[in-house]
T-cell receptor, first 114, second 115 residues
Framework: NAGVTQTPKFQVLKTGQSMTLQCAQDMNHNSMYWYRQDPGMGLRLIYY???????DKGEVPNGYNVSRLNKREFSLRLESAAPSQTSVYFC?????????????FGAGTRLSVL | KQEVTQIPAALSVPEGENLVLNCSFT??????LQWFRQDPGKGLTSLLL?????REQTSGRLNASLDKSSGRSTLYIAASQPGDSATYLC??????????????FGKGTKLSVKP
């Protein structure tokens, strides 16, 4: 009964380093999402994948890339990390974009870029 | 551009009190509205989802209402308990355009229930 699993839970990077945040869901959901949460800003959508094989930009996509590896997995890559990317990153999934659209969230990845 | 506002930003109440959290949104063309709970250091948990055609939803001590025409929703918590202490987030989903279904979040109300 795992739901949405994110790895790693914590990460510290130096400016310019790259890394990939992993997300997997076991609920057979079609749609997956990446958000970032910053103090005083709320959650903002980075990228989403409405279905396997498709990805689209959200509100704040600059500096990120995504891959929908298969129906279960949706990864977020930082090619050259910047201090402005220090944030908590959440992955979420839902059955379909326009169904009841209850989104189920992972526990988050806390990223610090020094 | 859709904007979601939650008032108050923080609220402290004694245990047992009934309370109301407010959410407003600027564009009434929504598909649905959701209320989430977020505990410190944790992810979000969906509490209630109201479709745009509905007026309210109830789950246990929680009742959420939606007035789409005025761009408002309230989350009513009855007989509050210390375990209700958390941040409550409101989010709306668009019903048009290329990013249908994506959520726009408010910044949340941090609730503290004192024993």
């Amino acid at each position: 009964n795992a739901g949405v699993t994110q790895t790693p839970k914590f990460q510290v990077l130096k400016t310019g380093q790259s890394m990939t945040l992993q997300c997997a869901q076991d609920m057979n959901h079609n749609s997956m999402y990446w958000y970032r949460q910053d103090p005083g800003m709320g959650l903002r959508l980075i990228y989403y994948s409405a279905s396997e094989g498709t990805t689209d930009k959200g509100e704040v996509p600059n500096g990120y890339n995504v891959s929908r590896l298969n129906k279960r997995e949706f990864s977020l890559r930082l090619e050259s990390a910047a201090p402005s990317q220090t944030s908590v990153y959440f992955c979420a999934s839902s059955v379909r974009p326009l169904a009841k659209n209850i989104q189920y969230f992972g526990a988050g990845t806390r990223l610090s870029v020094l | 551009k859709q904007e979601v506002t939650q008032i108050p930003a923080a609220l402290s109440v004694p245990e047992g009190e009934n309370l109301v959290l407010n959410c407003s949104f600027t564009d009434s063309a929504i598909y649905n509205l959701q209320w989430f709970r977020q505990d410190p250091g944790k992810g979000l948990t969906s509490l209630l989802l109201i479709q745009s055609s509905q007026r309210e939803q109830t789950s246990g001590r929680l009742n959420a209402s939606l007035d789409k025409s005025s761009g408002r929703s309230t989350l009513y918590i009855a007989a509050s308990q210390p375990g209700d202490s958390a941040t409550y987030l409101c989010a709306v989903s668009k019903n048009y355009g290329g990013s249908q279904g994506n959520l726009i979040f408010g910044k949340g109300t941090k609730l503290s229930v004192k024993p």
